[in-house]
């Protein structure tokens, strides 16, 4: 868990930070309805119910340095089913963002750090994105009714910008000639950044509010760059 500035915390509000977030856990009912939604309930000893009652009882501390937060998938389906609106899933994120940085899950946070550097979780350089995507682009080319077919890269005033979930460049190529052929369907003016062209954000759940801005920012910047005004994200 973070350091904090406090010596003797005196009240639960310290004792306790994850308390006062405004899922007011102290409205929890116990009725297991979350944890019977959760598709991580069992797994590890994982259950939303148990990290609702630990935010109950103050026990930031245990939490947030347990493996429970990081076996969340962050999917929601707790807090859509609960009766009292509790804000499950900003409790786990919060907990997530006062753990120590080098206590993060490694795999979270090399993506962290490549995108940082990279503009992309895998850590592309503009010249192998853009030779990967012109190269899947070529393919799609010598299908019937896509002759001369090209990828938009930066083009200014496009009706949409396209951001990439990296695993579509890594792995799955194919789900990208899906998407470019229902835009050319469609007849869509559409383009992609050849830099800083990750859509998936992992400051989401590493549950650094710093590094989410970081990758929103870059989003927001193509944007004003290229005079868009729609926006495809991935996730
Ligand atoms: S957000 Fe997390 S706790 Fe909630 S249902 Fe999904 S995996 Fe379970
Ligand atoms: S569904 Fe809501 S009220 Fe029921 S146990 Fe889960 S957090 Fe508590």
Redesign the pocket.
């Known amino acids: 868990m973070k350091a904090t500035t406090n010596q003797k915390p005196s009240t639960i509000k310290e004792n306790a930070p994850l308390r006062p977030i405004q899922s007011v856990p102290d409205m929890c009912l116990a009725c297991g309805t ?1 944890s019977a ?4 309930t069992g797994i590890e000893g994982f259950d ?1 119910r148990k990290i609702v009652s630990m935010v109950l009882w103050g026990l930031d501390e245990e939490l947030v340095d347990s493996k429970l937060p990081w076996l ?8 859509y089913a609960c009766p009292m609106g509790i804000n ?2 900003h409790m ?1 994120r919060t907990a997530r963002g006062m753990t120590d940085r080098d206590k993060i899950p490694e795999m979270i946070q090399k993506g962290i750090e490549l995108g940082l550097q990279t503009g992309n979780n895998l850590g592309l350089s503009k010249e192998d994105f853009v030779f990967i995507i012109e190269d899947v682009a070529e393919e799609l080319a010598e299908e019937t009714g896509y002759s001369g077919f090209k990828v938009p890269f930066d083009k200014k005033g496009a009706n949409l910008l396209h951001t990439l979930h990296n695993k579509l460049v890594n792995t799955q190529n194919e789900d990208l000639v899906h998407w470019w052929k229902i835009f050319h369907a469609a007849g869509e003016d559409w383009t992609i950044p050849s830099q800083n062209w990750e859509g998936v954000n992992w400051g989401l759940f590493s549950g650094d509010d710093e590094t989410m801005k970081c990758f929103v920012d870059r989003i927001v910047e193509h944007m004003e760059q290229l005079e868009i005004a729609n926006l495809m994200y991935p996730e």
Do not use: A, F, H, N
């Open positions: 979350c939604g959760c598709p991580m939303p969340c998938t962050m999917c929601g389906r707790c807090e499950i899933v786990i």
